[in-house]
């Protein structure tokens, strides 16, 4: 995969909003698809044999700004049930608070060729 020098790469954005699953507009009205999420388990042991844990699995989440064709905006209600959140607001420190209030680090953010892309990871609770 080639990396291509961003010489006009803009801020991440401040606000994504889930519109459809899978896409999230920002405050200019760019979109934002769900290209990958990965599950990884956290630095305890989870899953088979974890007596007594019920630490969940860190998620990261790779995004890239396209265009897609305008649909209406699904609410809240009519989504499917996901671990991504509703809506990332820009916080400080290169991370975004979602609206559960879960902290999700921006591990990346730059350009595949022309594609602007967004990399979040979100932070063990406990994290703030």
């Given at each position: 995969m080639a990396w291509a020098a961003a010489p006009h790469l803009r801020e991440p954005p401040d606000r994504l909003w889930v519109r459809r699953p899978g896409i999230y507009e920002d405050e200019a009205g760019r979109t934002w698809v769900t290209v990958v999420v990965r599950l990884s388990p956290s630095h305890r042991i989870w899953g088979r044999g974890a007596s007594g844990s019920t630490r969940e699995p860190n998620i990261t989440v790779h995004m890239w700004q396209i265009?897609?064709?305008?649909?209406?905006?699904?609410?809240?209600?009519?989504?499917?049930?996901?671990?991504?959140?509703?809506?990332?607001?820009?916080?400080?420190?290169?991370?975004?608070?979602?609206?559960?209030?879960?902290?999700?680090?921006?591990?990346?953010?730059?350009?595949?060729?022309?594609?602007?892309?967004l990399i979040l990871s979100q932070q063990p609770v406990g994290n703030d």
């Open positions: 265009p897609v064709h305008p649909q209406e905006p699904m609410s809240p209600s009519q989504l499917p049930l996901s671990r991504l959140p509703l809506m990332w607001q820009l916080y400080p420190g290169r991370r975004y608070r979602a609206t559960d209030s879960s902290l999700w680090e921006i591990v990346d953010h730059g350009q595949i060729y022309t594609t602007e892309q």
